[in-house]
Nanobody
Framework: QVQLVESGGGLVQAGGSLRLSCAAS????????MGWYRQAPGKQRELVAS???????NYAVPVKGRFTISRDNAKNTVYLQMNSLKPEDTAVYYC???????WGQGTQVTVSS
């Protein structure tokens, strides 16, 4: 059984920081790329960042230089460090095994201006 559990969301002022975590169960973690996506109200879900099983990272243009994705294979956990947050970063953030049908329940990030 595959489970993904996100945590770390919350309300923060513009310019602030949050660190999201996603704990994964099962045997998929070590050998799969992980991704963070977000979905704002009325918008489609979009890729924020991804990290391969070997640690190669990729970022969406709007977050490049502000967000950092990392993974701890010993803990089956992927992280998203978000700095210099902007109101337009407000969304529900989800983690997933890239290319899989498995998603977490999401964690709400709200950035006030």
């Amino acid at each position: 059984q595959v489970q993904l559990v996100e945590s770390g969301g919350g309300l923060v002022q513009a310019g602030g920081s949050l660190r999201l975590s996603c704990a994964a169960s099962g045997r998929m973690f070590r050998n799969n790329a992980m991704g963070w996506y977000r979905q704002a109200p009325g918008k489609q879900r979009e890729l924020v960042a991804s990290i391969s099983s070997s640690g190669i990272t990729n970022y969406a243009v709007p977050v490049k230089g502000r967000f950092t994705i990392s993974r701890d294979n010993a803990k089956n956990t992927v992280y998203l460090q978000m700095n210099s947050l902007k109101p337009e970063d407000t969304a529900v953030y989800y983690c997933t095994f890239v290319g899989s049908p498995y998603w977490g329940q999401g964690t709400q990030v709200t950035v006030s201006s």
